[in-house]
């Protein structure tokens, strides 16, 4: 089994920044995608950055383009998400997944691949 654990959220002023942290332990894989998402109120989960194994290769959502930075620390097994100038709209829990293939965008993983997500970490942004 692999562990994910999401830190870094909280309440902030829009405009505002916040750093995310995720840390997955546990069973360990020669190579592995890391990404993130988020489900808004009321709202259905969806894709927000993905990023490959060695960092060359990042993903975004339209929405957070030029916002928000996915990264991944030298340690492979853990990955940050820098969110600036931040939105109402961004109000979410965000969710952290590890997925044993390529990065996607999709929720759902591609047939085949196996993935694994953390419990999320609620950032709020007031106006």
């Known amino acids: 089994q692999v562990q994910l654990v999401e830190s870094g959220g909280g309440l902030v002023q829009a405009g505002g920044s916040l750093r995310l942290s995720c840390v997955a332990s546990?069973?360990?894989?020669?190579?592995?995608?890391m990404g993130w998402f988020r489900q808004g109120p009321g709202k259905e989960r969806e894709f927000v950055a993905s990023?490959?194994?060695?960092?060359?290769?990042?993903y975004y959502a339209d929405f957070v383009k030029g916002r928000f930075t996915i990264s991944r620390g030298n340690a492979k097994n853990t990955m940050y998400l820098q969110m600036n100038s931040l939105k109402p709209e961004d109000t979410a829990v965000y969710y952290c997944?590890?997925?044993?293939?390529?990065?996607?965008?999709?929720?759902?993983?591609?047939?085949?691949?196996?993935?694994?997500w953390g419990q999320g970490t609620q950032v709020t942004v007031s106006s």
């Open positions: 546990g069973r360990t894989f020669s190579t592995f995608a």
């Open positions: 997944n590890v997925r044993l293939g390529p990065p996607s965008t999709t929720v759902q993983p591609p047939p085949g691949v196996l993935d694994y």
């Open positions: 990023i490959n194994w060695t960092g060359s290769s990042k």
